[in-house]
């Protein structure tokens, strides 16, 4: 699974070429299990979509998203400013301990604050089927 993933980020990152790809980890919080630690790529499609494949992984299971942001509000606060996005999409769930996986769906708002060239972002979402449940990611988008 290993393999496929980074293969799948490999082919995201070269068909993302000619558009702007952004790399990113964080930290999220599952209000059901624990902590874990999410990386994710960036890549704008549209001027106002973009698409975001993220890896999670929860200390004894892990959550492989593929999300759909639309770019809903763009604001100016004093720095570079920032966007909310709206998004949706596929998520996986692996349980190790079970051997047991889970399909999900991913809806939830991505609000990003741009500072110099760091962007920051808080990710809250709602996983309907599969393990279900309500996620909050925070971190750095390089």
Do not use: C
Request: proline share 1%; aromatic share 16%.
């Amino acid at each position: 699974m290993k393999k496929g993933f980074f293969g799948f980020i490999f082919l995201f990152s070269s068909y993302s070429s000619f558009s702007q790809v952004s790399f990113g980890s964080g930290l999220s919080y599952d209000v059901l299990a624990n902590l874990g630690i999410k990386i994710l790529v960036t890549s704008d499609v549209a001027d106002e979509w973009k698409g975001q494949v993220s890896y999670t992984y929860f200390f004894g299971d892990w959550a492989l998203d593929f999300d759909a942001h639309y770019k809903f509000i763009e604001f100016d606060i004093g720095y570079d400013g920032g966007y909310l996005t709206p998004f949706s999409g596929l998520n996986i769930n692996r349980d190790i301990d079970m051997n047991d996986t889970e399909l999900g769906i991913n809806l939830g708002l991505n609000l990003i604050l741009s500072i110099e060239e760091l962007s920051l972002f808080l990710e809250p979402k709602i996983t309907i089927g599969g393990t279900g449940g309500l996620i909050i990611s925070a971190g750095v988008i390089f």
